[in-house]
């Protein structure tokens, strides 16, 4: 009859219910099983026991007649539901508890050798028990003898076998040498010790000191503790008083805690107190148990329900090919756990690897010359890869198009090929796909409603960053426009000699021109030549006043259209981008509306009364007054047009010139000298204009120094904002950082040893190789050659830089311009405009441009740019095994232990895989024996290629199933190099033979 499970699964290890206790009606001692027909209710109860009941230790004392009894039963197509049954003996030994009963211990044995029953029933004949003298042998005949012999009045044999089995004890010495001297019950029988107070070790505690090293050395003896105490549970996984190493020293090592209902009656039977049920992960085979023995923590739950690993939508049930002709298995199942898959070079590994990756819509960008499907595309035709999932969703590829449609969806595996691990652990430095990689795990560490609505690293830093990088904008900005009019008041302070000289050199112009128009005056018109200055003065005046109105006028018609153009063009640009880098603010249209930026006051109206003013202003100066003479058609230059005691400086500009043109024309005595006047005296006009200019810039050139201060003062105020915001993007991204760091805080053993820590980068090469470039290393002087400049920066500007606050770096950098100020002008390139260079050198000595904030990824102190291939490839594992707890998509590795040795394997990633199959499904392509036996994979798919087969792919065979399977395991060790001295060191230090 088809049984509703597998005995020995494809699957692998799965969880299943087993009662390794349980009595059934009959049993020797304490039988309360009870009506007409006991054993077909016990069985009843047994095949509707829900959870159903996989696994059973058909429990007696001192015999296994009711286990072979219940073999009969499932021969005669009873417990279908059952798929192990072996025998359970339970002696008790000659050691009295506190509570006045004897330590119980049972024999678990293998029910998979043909004679086993004969076997047991020969060793059970080694225990003799002595009473009146006379020895009593392990068997049902000898347990009635004594029974009588102690109740001679007993005449029912099933009664008189009771009273022998609770009188028969074994000695603990004579165990043991029965037990070292069969090679048989070695290799296939497991001891269990009762761990309770009333007939276990614990009742032990409270009698004579002396039964101390007695309690040790029955623990130690046995395989499996029967408790369900949550306490003793944890002690025997070194979790409580005694470690895992004292464990090891005092006890032979941890020990699984089983627990069965130890049923006496049909109410108990299959029904254990409190619910709580035993779970074993493996075959329903007596190795399971074994290899529970090994891990006892990874194979042992006590509890109403197995543990749960990863969820239903993240766990892949098979992988589907179709239309495949080149591989056997239709249908690959999968295990829910850690699944290893295993075989000799070219026998499909990484095949199975890329076809369950392009079934999860993870496969385009792994596909490269060593890809299986890009190798074997032209073989493919219209194959399909499809996964079934736990949760019934199904995701699916064609495989010729894998380069095409699973770019269109979000990977529902993550796929680590060997060419991007490889890619990752050989690259030098922070690569991109590495850095990628690093980003995606910090992220994925912060939690939902800490990611303020961004779907990536970049985008999270650049919301968390966006306050300090604008603030050093900023100050960059404002640092820039100071050095430049730093560098322009320094060039007019440098230049006041030569105005000075300048205005001299007019002055002296302007006195000889003066003189020189003198001697044109014909004598007798001296007056008319004072008159005649003093109308060219005023005219001079005026002219200057009319010009200035004029570029009032023409400034504030500027002002007029600025204003416009703001409002049309700038304004609603603003906003437009205000709107847009501030979109999640969630404002309304008519909210927006509000920040559109005017003027605060009525500038409308201003304008338009100061434009009409200049109007005015300029005619007025310009213009004739009413009260002006009227130009005659030939007028007599002897009549003056202004009265002698009329202030020039209130006649128009018109009236001024007619004057001067009246007076120019009686000045000369004829018309030659008329001319040569005149030109002389507009020479003198402009000579004074351009004097007043020179004078005007002098003035305000001798107010540089109070300028230079202040800008001075207002550039390294900016520097030193600028390493403001430099500190504070460092804060920041320590914040950004602090749930992986407080994870490998938290951790041990190696994830300890990674570490992640913010720091400056200062690319000091790249700055001073930017101050040579504006320099001339050829001359002679301090920084003469390449090189010199950077050792001055090395050691008046690194420390600050890399590690200083803002002040500091801000006061090292004014220092270093002070020392080496004079130094820098000596190698100033020759024909250079020295106004250009000062800027380009200003705005090179304070330039941060250099200066960035990253993190540094270190492994036990080194960091992660330095480590060889090997160490990074520990370091990616731990990354996505140990620290990226948030993705729990299928992971599949394919061969990662390519860049790593043995013993890094062991040691450092071996128990990160057994931690994170608990929790995400893992699919892993391995040569490596550890990678197998240590981790406890809990299923193997062995691959196989078949011979090559001309214009098509070889057939491929995948058989699979879980480390407690034999066949298994002879493939572990036959393939994998180490596997069968992996297996026996695992099993030896407790004793137990697979």
Known sequence: MKTPFDVQSERGSTWHRWDPHIHTPGTALNDQYAGPDPWAAFLDAIEASNPPIRAMGITDYFGI??????????????????????????LRLGIETAKASAVNIHLLFSPHDADHVDRIKRFLLEFEFSYLGE????????LIRLGRAHKPDLTDDDAARSEGANQFKVNFDQLKQAWSKNEWIKKNTLIAVAGGEKDGTSGLRDATASFAAQRKNVEGLAHIIFSANPKQVRFWLGKESATVEELERQYNGCKPCLHGSDAHSLAKAGQPDGDRRCWIKGDLMFDSLRQACIEPEERVFIGTEP????????????LTVTNAPWIANGTVELNAGLVAVIGARGSGKTALADLIAAGGLALSPHLNERSFILRAKQHLGDSKAELQWASGETTGNDLAKTDMEDLLASPYVQYLSQQFVDQLCSAEGLNDALVTEIERVIFNAHPLNERQGADSFQELLG???????????????????????LTDERVKKDGIKALEKDR??????????KTDRKSLVAKGNEERARRHEQVSRAVDAKRQLVDQAKRRHQALLHLQNDVRDFRTRQASSLLADLKQEREHAGLSATDWEAFRLDYAGPVDKLLTERIEQANLSVAALQGSAKTDPVPQATPDPAVALIPADANLADESLSLLERELARLSTLVGVDAQNVKRFTTVSDKITKAEAALTKVLQQIERTQGADERIRALVDARRSAYAAIFEAIVEEELELADLYAPIKERIDEAAGSLSKLSFSVRRNVDLALWAAKGEALLDLRTNGPFKGRGELLRAARAGLMAEWATGDAAQAATALLNFVKANEAALRTHMPENT?????????????YSTDHITVGYGLQYDGVDIEQLSPGTRGIVLLLLYLAIDAEDDRPLIIDQPEENLDPQSIYQELVHRFRDAKKRRQIVIVTHNANLVVNTDADQVIVAQCGPHRPGQLPLITYESGSLENPLIRQHVCDILEGGERAFKERAKRLRVTI
């Open 833 to 845: 405009e020295f106004r250009a260079w000062a800027r380009n050198i200003s705005d090179w000595l």
């Open 135 to 142: 020895f009593y042998r392990c068997q049902r005949s000898d």
């Open 307 to 318: 543990p749960r690993g990863a969820l239903d939508s993240h766990t892949i049930n098979s």
């Open 504 to 513: 001299d050199e007019k002055k002296r112009a302007i006195d000889k021109d």
């Open 65 to 90: 007649e009711r286990y072979e009894q219940v073999v009969d039963e499932k021969r005669r197509e009873r417990l279908s539901g059952v798929g192990l049954i072996f025998p359970n003996v339970e």
């Open 463 to 485: 919301l968390r960053l966006e306050t300090s990088r604008l603030k050093r904008k900023r100050q960059q900005q404002a640092l820039t426009r100071a050095s430049a009019d």
